[in-house]
Protein backbone atom coordinates (compact mmCIF):
# COMPACT_ATOMS: atom_id res chain seq x y z
CA UNK A 1 0.00 0.00 0.00
CA UNK A 2 3.04 2.53 0.94
CA UNK A 3 4.86 1.42 -2.04
CA UNK A 4 2.29 2.17 -3.98
CA UNK A 5 1.78 5.81 -2.76
CA UNK A 6 5.03 6.36 -3.56
CA UNK A 7 5.01 4.80 -7.08
CA UNK A 8 1.75 6.70 -7.74
CA UNK A 9 3.84 9.80 -6.83
CA UNK A 10 6.65 8.99 -9.38
CA UNK A 11 4.47 7.96 -11.99
CA UNK A 12 2.37 11.58 -11.03
CA UNK A 13 5.73 13.81 -11.32
CA UNK A 14 7.01 12.26 -14.59
CA UNK A 15 3.40 12.84 -16.47
CA UNK A 16 2.98 16.27 -15.03
CA UNK A 17 6.47 16.95 -16.15
CA UNK A 18 5.39 15.76 -19.58
CA UNK A 19 2.90 17.94 -19.70
CA UNK A 20 4.70 21.11 -18.07
CA UNK A 21 7.08 20.30 -21.35
CA UNK A 22 4.67 20.53 -23.81
CA UNK A 23 3.23 23.62 -22.17
CA UNK A 24 6.17 25.50 -22.04
CA UNK A 25 7.32 24.64 -25.23
CA UNK A 26 3.63 25.70 -26.77
CA UNK A 27 4.56 29.19 -25.24
CA UNK A 28 7.82 29.30 -26.84
CA UNK A 29 6.28 27.84 -30.54
CA UNK A 30 3.29 30.83 -29.54
CA UNK A 31 6.48 33.06 -28.63
CA UNK A 32 7.74 32.91 -31.50
CA UNK A 33 5.36 33.29 -34.14
CA UNK A 34 4.00 36.33 -32.36
CA UNK A 35 6.96 37.93 -31.43
CA UNK A 36 9.53 37.05 -33.19
CA UNK A 37 12.91 35.00 -32.64
CA UNK A 38 14.02 38.10 -29.69
CA UNK A 39 11.50 37.69 -28.03
CA UNK A 40 10.64 34.33 -27.60
CA UNK A 41 10.46 34.11 -23.89
CA UNK A 42 7.76 36.52 -23.91
CA UNK A 43 5.31 33.38 -24.79
CA UNK A 44 7.29 31.54 -21.88
CA UNK A 45 6.39 34.15 -19.56
CA UNK A 46 2.81 34.08 -20.68
CA UNK A 47 2.82 30.70 -20.64
CA UNK A 48 3.64 30.19 -16.93
CA UNK A 49 1.62 33.31 -15.51
CA UNK A 50 -1.53 31.43 -17.18
CA UNK A 51 -0.46 28.88 -15.22
CA UNK A 52 0.11 30.29 -12.17
CA UNK A 53 -2.53 32.10 -12.29
CA UNK A 54 -4.95 28.81 -12.41
CA UNK A 55 -2.61 27.27 -9.73
CA UNK A 56 -3.00 29.77 -7.29
CA UNK A 57 -6.60 30.18 -7.84
CA UNK A 58 -7.45 26.09 -7.63
CA UNK A 59 -5.28 25.85 -4.65
CA UNK A 60 -6.94 28.58 -2.29
CA UNK A 61 -10.33 27.60 -2.97
CA UNK A 62 -10.67 24.63 -5.41
CA UNK A 63 -12.34 22.55 -3.08
CA UNK A 64 -14.98 25.25 -1.25
CA UNK A 65 -15.78 25.67 -5.59
CA UNK A 66 -16.21 22.03 -6.50
CA UNK A 67 -18.38 21.28 -3.21
CA UNK A 68 -19.99 24.33 -3.73
CA UNK A 69 -20.90 23.66 -7.58
CA UNK A 70 -21.91 20.26 -6.56
CA UNK A 71 -24.29 21.52 -4.27
CA UNK A 72 -23.40 19.47 -1.97
CA UNK A 73 -24.23 20.24 1.74
CA UNK A 74 -22.33 19.72 5.37
CA UNK A 75 -24.01 16.92 7.55
CA UNK A 76 -23.50 15.18 11.38
CA UNK A 77 -23.87 12.09 12.30
CA UNK A 78 -27.07 12.82 13.05
CA UNK A 79 -28.64 12.86 9.88
CA UNK A 80 -27.34 9.98 8.19
CA UNK A 81 -25.24 7.65 11.08
CA UNK A 82 -25.08 5.01 8.65
CA UNK A 83 -22.79 7.00 6.50
CA UNK A 84 -21.18 8.92 8.73
CA UNK A 85 -19.98 5.34 10.66
CA UNK A 86 -19.12 3.86 7.17
CA UNK A 87 -16.74 7.05 6.78
CA UNK A 88 -15.29 6.54 10.22
CA UNK A 89 -14.60 2.77 9.52
CA UNK A 90 -13.02 3.56 6.21
CA UNK A 91 -10.66 6.26 7.79
CA UNK A 92 -9.67 4.06 10.84
CA UNK A 93 -8.99 1.46 8.29
CA UNK A 94 -6.89 3.66 5.95
CA UNK A 95 -4.91 5.34 9.12
CA UNK A 96 -6.39 8.53 7.79
CA UNK A 97 -7.83 11.55 9.67
CA UNK A 98 -11.68 12.05 9.60
CA UNK A 99 -12.76 13.45 6.21
CA UNK A 100 -15.77 15.94 6.12
CA UNK A 101 -18.80 13.97 4.78
CA UNK A 102 -21.34 15.61 2.62
CA UNK A 103 -24.30 14.75 0.98
CA UNK A 104 -25.30 15.94 -2.55
CA UNK A 105 -28.84 16.55 -2.80
CA UNK A 106 -29.67 14.60 -6.45
CA UNK A 107 -31.53 11.36 -6.77
CA UNK A 108 -28.78 9.95 -8.90
CA UNK A 109 -26.39 7.74 -7.32
CA UNK A 110 -22.84 9.25 -7.42
CA UNK A 111 -19.98 9.93 -5.34
CA UNK A 112 -16.92 11.94 -5.37
CA UNK A 113 -13.70 12.39 -2.77
CA UNK A 114 -11.98 16.18 -2.91
CA UNK A 115 -9.38 17.83 -0.74
CA UNK A 116 -5.61 18.01 -1.22
CA UNK A 117 -4.03 16.84 1.79
CA UNK A 118 -5.81 14.00 4.12
CA UNK A 119 -6.53 16.46 6.49
CA UNK A 120 -8.25 18.86 4.95
CA UNK A 121 -10.33 15.99 2.75
CA UNK A 122 -14.23 15.85 2.31
CA UNK A 123 -15.93 13.35 1.05
CA UNK A 124 -19.46 14.30 -0.43
CA UNK A 125 -22.42 11.01 -1.70
CA UNK A 126 -25.57 12.08 -3.14
CA UNK A 127 -28.56 11.13 -1.61
CA UNK A 128 -29.87 8.85 -4.58
CA UNK A 129 -26.72 6.66 -3.45
CA UNK A 130 -27.21 6.22 0.17
CA UNK A 131 -31.69 5.61 -0.42
CA UNK A 132 -29.67 2.49 -3.07
CA UNK A 133 -26.89 1.00 -1.66
CA UNK A 134 -26.73 -1.44 1.38
CA UNK A 135 -24.25 -1.13 3.96
CA UNK A 136 -21.51 -3.29 2.32
CA UNK A 137 -21.75 -1.74 -0.68
CA UNK A 138 -21.75 1.75 0.61
CA UNK A 139 -18.70 0.82 2.51
CA UNK A 140 -17.12 -0.22 -0.76
CA UNK A 141 -17.91 3.27 -2.15
CA UNK A 142 -16.24 5.14 0.36
CA UNK A 143 -13.40 3.05 0.46
CA UNK A 144 -12.82 3.69 -3.19
CA UNK A 145 -13.26 7.64 -1.95
CA UNK A 146 -10.92 7.13 0.58
CA UNK A 147 -8.22 5.20 -1.81
CA UNK A 148 -8.19 8.32 -3.44
CA UNK A 149 -7.32 10.29 -0.39
CA UNK A 150 -4.58 7.68 0.68
CA UNK A 151 -3.02 7.76 -3.11
CA UNK A 152 -2.92 11.81 -2.63
CA UNK A 153 -4.95 11.29 -6.18
CA UNK A 154 -6.92 14.25 -5.58
CA UNK A 155 -3.82 16.78 -5.74
CA UNK A 156 -2.17 15.37 -9.26
CA UNK A 157 -5.54 15.18 -11.28
CA UNK A 158 -6.40 18.65 -9.72
CA UNK A 159 -2.94 19.46 -10.55
CA UNK A 160 -2.96 17.73 -14.14
CA UNK A 161 -6.52 19.00 -15.00
CA UNK A 162 -4.61 23.24 -13.74
CA UNK A 163 -1.86 22.11 -16.61
CA UNK A 164 -4.32 20.78 -19.09
CA UNK A 165 -6.84 24.15 -18.76
CA UNK A 166 -3.94 26.31 -19.08
CA UNK A 167 -3.43 24.34 -22.22
CA UNK A 168 -6.28 24.44 -23.79
CA UNK A 169 -6.54 28.57 -22.53
CA UNK A 170 -3.36 28.96 -24.45
CA UNK A 171 -4.00 27.60 -27.78
CA UNK A 172 -7.25 29.36 -28.14
CA UNK A 173 -6.13 32.38 -27.03
CA UNK A 174 -3.75 32.25 -29.77
CA UNK A 175 -5.56 30.38 -32.58
CA UNK A 176 -8.20 33.25 -31.69
CA UNK A 177 -5.51 35.66 -31.79
CA UNK A 178 -4.36 34.40 -34.89
CA UNK A 179 -8.09 34.11 -36.77
CA UNK A 180 -8.88 37.83 -35.73
CA UNK A 181 -5.34 39.76 -37.27
CA UNK A 182 -5.46 37.52 -40.52
CA UNK A 183 -9.66 38.69 -40.44
CA UNK A 184 -8.37 42.87 -40.14
CA UNK A 185 -5.99 42.28 -42.77
CA UNK A 186 -3.32 44.50 -40.79
CA UNK A 187 0.23 43.90 -41.29
CA UNK A 188 1.66 41.40 -38.49
CA UNK A 189 3.68 43.76 -36.73
CA UNK A 190 6.03 41.04 -35.79
CA UNK A 191 7.16 40.62 -39.72
CA UNK A 192 9.44 43.91 -39.27
CA UNK A 193 12.38 41.87 -37.92
CA UNK A 194 15.54 41.13 -39.74
CA UNK A 195 15.70 40.46 -43.62
CA UNK A 196 15.60 36.89 -44.43
CA UNK A 197 13.25 36.43 -41.58
CA UNK A 198 10.21 36.36 -43.57
CA UNK A 199 10.54 32.81 -44.62
CA UNK A 200 11.23 31.73 -41.50
CA UNK A 201 8.97 33.16 -39.98
CA UNK A 202 5.90 31.90 -42.03
CA UNK A 203 7.67 28.55 -41.26
CA UNK A 204 7.32 29.20 -37.16
CA UNK A 205 3.60 30.12 -37.77
CA UNK A 206 2.77 27.00 -39.53
CA UNK A 207 4.46 25.15 -36.60
CA UNK A 208 2.63 27.32 -33.87
CA UNK A 209 -0.67 26.55 -35.25
CA UNK A 210 0.17 22.94 -35.28
CA UNK A 211 1.26 22.51 -32.09
CA UNK A 212 -1.48 25.25 -31.23
CA UNK A 213 -4.19 22.17 -32.37
CA UNK A 214 -1.73 19.37 -31.18
CA UNK A 215 -1.10 20.44 -27.98
CA UNK A 216 -4.66 20.10 -26.34
CA UNK A 217 -5.34 16.53 -27.47
CA UNK A 218 -1.82 15.37 -26.61
CA UNK A 219 -2.70 16.87 -23.07
CA UNK A 220 -6.12 15.65 -22.89
CA UNK A 221 -5.24 12.12 -23.72
CA UNK A 222 -2.19 12.49 -20.87
CA UNK A 223 -5.01 13.81 -18.52
CA UNK A 224 -7.29 10.61 -19.07
CA UNK A 225 -4.44 8.16 -18.86
CA UNK A 226 -3.51 9.45 -15.39
CA UNK A 227 -7.32 9.63 -14.54
CA UNK A 228 -8.45 6.46 -15.70
CA UNK A 229 -5.12 4.55 -13.95
CA UNK A 230 -6.59 6.11 -10.39
CA UNK A 231 -9.69 4.76 -11.22
CA UNK A 232 -7.91 1.17 -10.85
CA UNK A 233 -6.07 1.76 -8.80
CA UNK A 234 -8.86 3.16 -6.32
CA UNK A 235 -10.81 0.34 -6.78
CA UNK A 236 -7.68 -2.07 -6.03
CA UNK A 237 -7.35 0.10 -2.83
CA UNK A 238 -11.02 0.09 -2.13
CA UNK A 239 -10.70 -3.87 -2.05
CA UNK A 240 -8.05 -4.31 0.03
CA UNK A 241 -9.11 -1.73 2.64
CA UNK A 242 -12.51 -3.57 2.93
CA UNK A 243 -11.63 -7.27 2.29
CA UNK A 244 -14.68 -7.33 0.11
CA UNK A 245 -14.37 -6.24 -3.26
CA UNK A 246 -17.74 -7.96 -3.98
CA UNK A 247 -19.03 -4.86 -2.27
CA UNK A 248 -18.28 -2.10 -4.53
CA UNK A 249 -18.84 -4.53 -7.70
CA UNK A 250 -22.38 -4.53 -6.80
CA UNK A 251 -22.63 -0.99 -5.75
CA UNK A 252 -20.79 -0.08 -9.24
CA UNK A 253 -23.42 -2.35 -11.00
CA UNK A 254 -26.48 -0.80 -9.38
CA UNK A 255 -24.86 2.58 -10.23
CA UNK A 256 -24.61 1.39 -13.76
CA UNK A 257 -27.82 0.02 -14.00
CA UNK A 258 -29.31 2.95 -12.01
CA UNK A 259 -32.31 5.24 -14.78
CA UNK A 260 -32.93 8.18 -12.72
CA UNK A 261 -31.44 10.98 -14.95
CA UNK A 262 -27.74 12.39 -14.91
CA UNK A 263 -26.66 14.27 -11.56
CA UNK A 264 -27.71 17.70 -12.27
CA UNK A 265 -24.62 19.52 -10.79
CA UNK A 266 -21.99 17.69 -12.07
CA UNK A 267 -19.94 19.30 -15.53
CA UNK A 268 -17.05 18.62 -17.36
CA UNK A 269 -14.20 20.00 -15.02
CA UNK A 270 -15.76 18.28 -12.19
CA UNK A 271 -16.66 14.83 -14.23
CA UNK A 272 -13.42 12.82 -13.46
CA UNK A 273 -13.71 13.21 -9.87
CA UNK A 274 -17.06 11.18 -9.48
CA UNK A 275 -16.48 7.75 -9.13
CA UNK A 276 -18.80 6.77 -11.83
CA UNK A 277 -18.78 9.64 -15.01
CA UNK A 278 -21.42 11.67 -13.95
CA UNK A 279 -22.06 12.74 -17.93
CA UNK A 280 -22.50 9.57 -19.21
CA UNK A 281 -25.30 7.77 -19.81
CA UNK A 282 -25.50 4.02 -18.31
CA UNK A 283 -25.52 2.22 -21.59
CA UNK A 284 -23.15 4.00 -23.52
CA UNK A 285 -20.06 3.18 -21.07
CA UNK A 286 -18.84 -0.06 -22.78
CA UNK A 287 -17.24 1.94 -25.30
CA UNK A 288 -13.61 1.72 -23.99
CA UNK A 289 -12.45 4.91 -25.69
CA UNK A 290 -9.17 6.83 -25.06
CA UNK A 291 -11.07 10.10 -24.30
CA UNK A 292 -12.56 8.72 -21.23
CA UNK A 293 -11.85 10.16 -17.72
CA UNK A 294 -13.16 6.64 -16.50
CA UNK A 295 -12.84 3.13 -17.28
CA UNK A 296 -15.69 1.26 -18.60
CA UNK A 297 -17.81 0.06 -15.18
CA UNK A 298 -18.69 -3.25 -16.82
CA UNK A 299 -14.99 -4.18 -17.07
CA UNK A 300 -14.20 -2.57 -13.28
CA UNK A 301 -16.79 -4.76 -12.16
CA UNK A 302 -15.59 -7.75 -13.83
CA UNK A 303 -11.95 -7.18 -12.27
CA UNK A 304 -13.02 -7.05 -8.88
CA UNK A 305 -15.46 -10.34 -9.11
CA UNK A 306 -12.40 -11.86 -10.68
CA UNK A 307 -10.31 -11.57 -7.68
CA UNK A 308 -10.16 -14.94 -6.02
CA UNK A 309 -7.15 -15.11 -3.96
CA UNK A 310 -7.80 -12.75 -1.33
CA UNK A 311 -8.31 -9.12 -1.46
CA UNK A 312 -4.94 -7.37 -1.99
CA UNK A 313 -3.39 -4.97 -4.36
CA UNK A 314 -1.14 -8.29 -6.28
CA UNK A 315 -4.39 -9.98 -6.41
CA UNK A 316 -6.22 -6.78 -8.17
CA UNK A 317 -3.45 -6.94 -10.30
CA UNK A 318 -3.87 -10.72 -10.94
CA UNK A 319 -7.70 -10.18 -11.74
CA UNK A 320 -7.05 -7.23 -14.17
CA UNK A 321 -4.46 -8.47 -16.49
CA UNK A 322 -6.80 -11.83 -16.45
CA UNK A 323 -9.73 -9.59 -17.53
CA UNK A 324 -8.24 -7.46 -19.66
CA UNK A 325 -5.72 -9.64 -20.74
CA UNK A 326 -2.99 -6.00 -20.42
CA UNK A 327 0.16 -6.45 -18.15
CA UNK A 328 -0.17 -4.96 -15.10
CA UNK A 329 -1.72 -1.37 -13.86
CA UNK A 330 -0.05 -1.37 -10.86
CA UNK A 331 3.19 -0.11 -10.13
CA UNK A 332 5.82 -2.94 -9.77
CA UNK A 333 7.48 -1.64 -6.42
CA UNK A 334 3.92 -2.00 -4.86
CA UNK A 335 3.27 -5.80 -6.01
CA UNK A 336 4.40 -6.95 -2.75
CA UNK A 337 3.62 -10.51 -1.59
CA UNK A 338 0.36 -10.00 1.12
CA UNK A 339 -1.84 -12.42 2.93
CA UNK A 340 -5.38 -10.46 2.66
CA UNK A 341 -8.34 -12.86 2.71
CA UNK A 342 -11.61 -11.99 1.59
CA UNK A 343 -14.44 -11.75 4.17
CA UNK A 344 -17.87 -12.62 3.95
CA UNK A 345 -20.96 -10.27 3.68
CA UNK A 346 -22.44 -8.40 6.02
CA UNK A 347 -25.50 -7.22 5.12
CA UNK A 348 -28.44 -8.33 3.75
CA UNK A 349 -31.52 -8.31 2.55
CA UNK A 350 -32.67 -4.53 0.85
CA UNK A 351 -35.99 -2.55 0.32
CA UNK A 352 -37.64 -2.45 -2.88
CA UNK A 353 -37.78 -0.16 -5.27
CA UNK A 354 -40.37 2.32 -3.85
CA UNK A 355 -39.57 2.24 -0.62
CA UNK A 356 -35.76 3.28 -2.16
CA UNK A 357 -37.16 5.97 -3.85
CA UNK A 358 -38.88 7.41 -0.44
CA UNK A 359 -35.70 6.90 1.69
CA UNK A 360 -33.99 8.72 -1.01
CA UNK A 361 -36.55 11.38 0.02
CA UNK A 362 -36.12 11.04 3.60
CA UNK A 363 -32.27 11.87 3.21
CA UNK A 364 -32.82 14.42 1.32
CA UNK A 365 -35.39 16.09 3.35
CA UNK A 366 -33.03 15.86 6.68
CA UNK A 367 -30.08 17.32 5.14
CA UNK A 368 -32.43 20.37 4.35
CA UNK A 369 -33.00 20.12 7.95
CA UNK A 370 -36.88 19.18 8.39
CA UNK A 371 -37.93 17.75 11.58
CA UNK A 372 -38.90 14.44 12.07
CA UNK A 373 -40.94 13.65 14.67
CA UNK A 374 -42.93 10.65 15.63
CA UNK A 375 -46.30 10.73 16.87
CA UNK A 376 -47.75 7.73 19.04
CA UNK A 377 -49.86 6.66 16.76
CA UNK A 378 -46.77 5.76 14.78
CA UNK A 379 -47.23 8.20 12.29
CA UNK A 380 -43.78 9.80 11.05
CA UNK A 381 -44.27 13.97 10.20
CA UNK A 382 -41.97 15.79 8.43
CA UNK A 383 -41.85 19.30 9.32
CA UNK A 384 -40.06 22.05 6.91
CA UNK A 385 -37.55 24.18 8.43
CA UNK A 386 -39.68 26.57 7.43
CA UNK A 387 -42.77 25.94 9.43
CA UNK A 388 -43.00 28.72 12.26
CA UNK A 389 -45.15 27.38 15.05
CA UNK A 390 -44.29 25.57 18.48
CA UNK A 391 -47.21 22.90 18.01
CA UNK A 392 -48.45 21.19 14.89
CA UNK A 393 -51.04 18.22 14.78
CA UNK A 394 -51.04 14.75 13.86
CA UNK A 395 -53.50 14.54 10.92
CA UNK A 396 -54.28 10.95 11.39
CA UNK A 397 -54.84 10.69 15.81
CA UNK A 398 -54.95 14.63 15.82
CA UNK A 399 -52.94 15.19 19.01
CA UNK A 400 -51.08 18.28 19.37
CA UNK A 401 -47.13 17.26 19.49
CA UNK A 402 -44.21 19.73 20.37
CA UNK A 403 -41.82 21.16 17.67
CA UNK A 404 -39.39 22.30 19.95
CA UNK A 405 -38.66 19.48 22.43
CA UNK A 406 -37.81 17.08 19.87
CA UNK B 1 40.49 26.11 3.04
CA UNK B 2 38.32 24.86 -0.39
CA UNK B 3 38.75 21.07 1.01
CA UNK B 4 37.32 22.29 4.68
CA UNK B 5 34.58 23.92 3.17
CA UNK B 6 33.79 20.83 1.04
CA UNK B 7 33.99 18.52 4.18
CA UNK B 8 31.44 21.00 6.53
CA UNK B 9 29.48 21.07 3.75
CA UNK B 10 29.02 17.49 3.54
CA UNK B 11 28.74 17.30 7.37
CA UNK B 12 25.91 19.79 7.20
CA UNK B 13 24.32 17.56 4.47
CA UNK B 14 24.59 14.11 6.59
CA UNK B 15 23.28 15.58 9.69
CA UNK B 16 20.36 17.15 7.49
CA UNK B 17 19.86 13.21 5.61
CA UNK B 18 20.10 11.93 9.33
CA UNK B 19 17.32 14.04 10.84
CA UNK B 20 14.94 13.67 8.15
CA UNK B 21 15.40 9.93 8.70
CA UNK B 22 14.88 10.11 12.41
CA UNK B 23 11.88 12.46 12.43
CA UNK B 24 10.32 9.82 10.04
CA UNK B 25 11.04 7.17 11.80
CA UNK B 26 9.60 8.83 14.98
CA UNK B 27 6.40 10.05 12.76
CA UNK B 28 5.56 6.28 12.00
CA UNK B 29 5.92 5.60 15.30
CA UNK B 30 3.42 7.60 16.69
CA UNK B 31 1.18 6.12 13.73
CA UNK B 32 1.46 2.75 14.95
CA UNK B 33 0.77 4.06 19.02
CA UNK B 34 -1.97 6.15 17.85
CA UNK B 35 -4.04 2.91 15.71
CA UNK B 36 -3.28 0.68 19.19
CA UNK B 37 -4.88 3.43 20.99
CA UNK B 38 -7.39 3.43 18.57
CA UNK B 39 -8.40 -0.36 19.36
CA UNK B 40 -8.68 0.06 23.21
CA UNK B 41 -10.95 3.40 21.80
CA UNK B 42 -13.62 1.38 20.18
CA UNK B 43 -13.77 -1.94 22.53
CA UNK B 44 -14.07 1.23 24.90
CA UNK B 45 -17.11 2.54 22.89
CA UNK B 46 -18.66 -1.38 22.74
CA UNK B 47 -18.80 -1.80 26.06
CA UNK B 48 -20.37 1.82 26.50
CA UNK B 49 -22.75 0.36 23.89
CA UNK B 50 -24.05 -2.21 25.64
CA UNK B 51 -26.49 -1.03 28.84
CA UNK B 52 -28.10 1.02 26.67
CA UNK B 53 -28.85 -1.98 24.42
CA UNK B 54 -29.91 -3.92 27.33
CA UNK B 55 -32.10 -1.65 28.39
CA UNK B 56 -33.99 -0.76 25.10
CA UNK B 57 -34.15 -4.93 24.22
CA UNK B 58 -35.29 -5.52 27.79
CA UNK B 59 -38.81 -4.83 27.64
CA UNK B 60 -39.36 -6.87 24.38
CA UNK B 61 -37.77 -9.70 25.56
CA UNK B 62 -38.65 -10.89 28.96
CA UNK B 63 -38.02 -14.94 28.33
CA UNK B 64 -34.31 -14.21 27.23
CA UNK B 65 -32.94 -13.03 30.55
CA UNK B 66 -29.89 -15.84 30.09
CA UNK B 67 -28.81 -14.22 27.14
CA UNK B 68 -28.65 -10.70 28.89
CA UNK B 69 -26.76 -11.85 32.14
CA UNK B 70 -24.60 -13.83 29.23
CA UNK B 71 -23.49 -10.28 28.04
CA UNK B 72 -23.77 -8.24 30.88
CA UNK B 73 -21.18 -10.77 32.56
CA UNK B 74 -19.02 -11.23 29.71
CA UNK B 75 -19.45 -6.98 29.62
CA UNK B 76 -18.25 -6.61 32.97
CA UNK B 77 -14.93 -9.75 32.40
CA UNK B 78 -14.19 -8.15 29.37
CA UNK B 79 -13.33 -4.37 31.05
CA UNK B 80 -12.20 -5.92 34.23
CA UNK B 81 -9.04 -7.45 32.06
CA UNK B 82 -5.64 -6.71 32.74
CA UNK B 83 -3.59 -8.39 30.82
CA UNK B 84 -3.66 -8.26 27.12
CA UNK B 85 -4.18 -11.62 26.93
CA UNK B 86 -7.02 -12.08 29.29
CA UNK B 87 -8.41 -8.75 27.66
CA UNK B 88 -8.80 -10.81 24.10
CA UNK B 89 -9.82 -13.94 25.59
CA UNK B 90 -12.75 -11.71 27.40
CA UNK B 91 -13.50 -9.65 24.13
CA UNK B 92 -13.52 -12.87 21.98
CA UNK B 93 -16.31 -13.88 24.51
CA UNK B 94 -18.18 -10.86 24.60
CA UNK B 95 -18.52 -10.41 20.91
CA UNK B 96 -19.66 -14.24 20.67
CA UNK B 97 -22.44 -13.51 23.52
CA UNK B 98 -23.52 -10.57 21.14
CA UNK B 99 -23.80 -12.90 18.12
CA UNK B 100 -25.97 -14.80 19.66
CA UNK B 101 -27.95 -12.02 21.37
CA UNK B 102 -28.80 -10.84 17.56
CA UNK B 103 -29.71 -14.02 16.59
CA UNK B 104 -32.20 -14.47 19.11
CA UNK B 105 -33.58 -10.34 18.05
CA UNK B 106 -34.76 -12.34 14.97
CA UNK B 107 -37.77 -14.44 16.72
CA UNK B 108 -38.67 -10.33 17.82
CA UNK B 109 -39.97 -8.86 15.14
CA UNK B 110 -41.67 -5.72 17.09
CA UNK B 111 -38.07 -4.79 18.56
CA UNK B 112 -36.87 -5.27 15.09
CA UNK B 113 -39.19 -2.66 14.22
CA UNK B 114 -37.98 -0.26 17.06
CA UNK B 115 -36.33 3.05 15.76
CA UNK B 116 -34.40 3.66 18.81
CA UNK B 117 -32.72 -0.57 18.70
CA UNK B 118 -32.48 0.34 14.83
CA UNK B 119 -30.12 3.09 15.45
CA UNK B 120 -27.88 1.42 18.83
CA UNK B 121 -27.89 -1.80 16.29
CA UNK B 122 -26.29 0.31 13.65
CA UNK B 123 -23.76 1.47 16.09
CA UNK B 124 -22.86 -1.61 17.77
CA UNK B 125 -22.37 -2.78 13.92
CA UNK B 126 -20.54 0.15 12.99
CA UNK B 127 -18.08 -0.41 16.41
CA UNK B 128 -17.56 -3.80 15.68
CA UNK B 129 -16.43 -3.01 11.83
CA UNK B 130 -14.21 0.14 13.62
CA UNK B 131 -12.42 -2.78 15.97
CA UNK B 132 -12.08 -5.20 12.88
CA UNK B 133 -10.31 -2.05 10.78
CA UNK B 134 -8.36 -0.65 13.93
CA UNK B 135 -6.47 -3.93 13.70
CA UNK B 136 -5.99 -4.59 10.05
CA UNK B 137 -5.01 -0.74 10.13
CA UNK B 138 -2.77 -1.27 12.91
CA UNK B 139 -0.76 -4.31 11.55
CA UNK B 140 -0.61 -1.44 8.06
CA UNK B 141 1.07 0.45 10.45
CA UNK B 142 3.23 -2.11 12.32
CA UNK B 143 4.38 -3.81 8.62
CA UNK B 144 5.60 -0.54 6.85
CA UNK B 145 7.13 1.02 10.37
CA UNK B 146 8.98 -2.59 10.54
CA UNK B 147 9.70 -2.56 6.92
CA UNK B 148 11.38 0.80 7.35
CA UNK B 149 13.72 0.08 10.78
CA UNK B 150 14.81 -2.78 8.89
CA UNK B 151 15.67 -1.60 5.18
CA UNK B 152 18.91 0.78 4.41
CA UNK B 153 19.32 3.36 4.68
CA UNK B 154 17.02 3.95 7.43
CA UNK B 155 18.00 0.70 9.92
CA UNK B 156 21.43 2.81 10.31
CA UNK B 157 19.28 5.33 11.76
CA UNK B 158 17.10 2.94 13.89
CA UNK B 159 19.92 0.92 15.27
CA UNK B 160 21.62 4.20 16.50
CA UNK B 161 18.38 5.25 18.55
CA UNK B 162 17.00 1.94 19.40
CA UNK B 163 14.40 2.16 17.54
CA UNK B 164 12.65 -1.76 17.98
CA UNK B 165 10.61 -3.88 15.91
CA UNK B 166 6.71 -3.51 16.88
CA UNK B 167 4.57 -6.90 16.87
CA UNK B 168 1.58 -7.45 14.51
CA UNK B 169 -1.91 -7.76 16.17
CA UNK B 170 -2.84 -11.63 16.19
CA UNK B 171 -5.78 -13.42 17.50
CA UNK B 172 -4.57 -16.79 18.97
CA UNK B 173 -8.13 -18.16 19.07
CA UNK B 174 -8.76 -20.25 15.81
CA UNK B 175 -12.64 -19.37 15.63
CA UNK B 176 -11.75 -15.92 16.33
CA UNK B 177 -8.89 -15.81 13.31
CA UNK B 178 -12.35 -15.73 11.01
CA UNK B 179 -13.31 -11.89 10.67
CA UNK B 180 -15.95 -11.66 13.03
CA UNK B 181 -19.16 -11.90 11.07
CA UNK B 182 -21.36 -9.52 12.80
CA UNK B 183 -24.49 -9.46 9.88
CA UNK B 184 -26.84 -8.00 12.10
CA UNK B 185 -28.51 -5.54 9.99
Known sequence: MWELIRANKRNSIVLMGIMAAVLLGLGFVIGLAFFGP???????????????????ISFTSGDQILLASSKAKPVSHDVHPQLFNVVEEMSIAAGLPMPKVYIIIDPAPNAFATGRKPES???????????????????????HEMSHIL????????????????IVLLSQIFLRGMFYSSMSGSRRRYSSGKGGGGQMQLAMLVVAIAAAILAPIMAHFLYFAISRRREYLADAGAARLTRYPEGLASALEKISNDRSPRLGSANKVTAPMY??????????????????????????????????GGASIANYSEAYSKTTGNRTIVPKAALSKEDVAIREAGAKAEAK???????????????????FLTCVCGLTLKVPPNYKHDKVKCPRCKKILDIKGV | ????????????????????????????????????????????????????LVETAKGYMQHER???????????????????????QAEGNLQEALSKFMLVVENYPDLKANQNFLSIQEELTSTENKIAFARQGYNDQVLFFNNKI????????????????????????AAEREVPKVSFS
Open chain 2, 66 to 88: GTFEAITEARSKAMGARTVSESS
Open chain 1, 353 to 371: EAKQMHQIGDIMRMVNGFV
Open chain 1, 38 to 56: DAAFFGLIIASAVWILLTL
Open chain 1, 151 to 166: HRDILFVTLAGIMLGS
Open chain 1, 121 to 143: ASIAVTAGLLGRLNRDELQGVIA
Open chain 2, 150 to 173: QMFPSNIIAGMFNFGKRDFFEIEN
Open chain 1, 275 to 308: IVNPLKKAKSVKLSDLSSTHPPISERIKILRNMS
Open chain 2, 1 to 52: MIPLIVIGVLLVLVVLFVIGIYNTLIRLRNQVDNSWSQIDVQLKRRHDLIPN
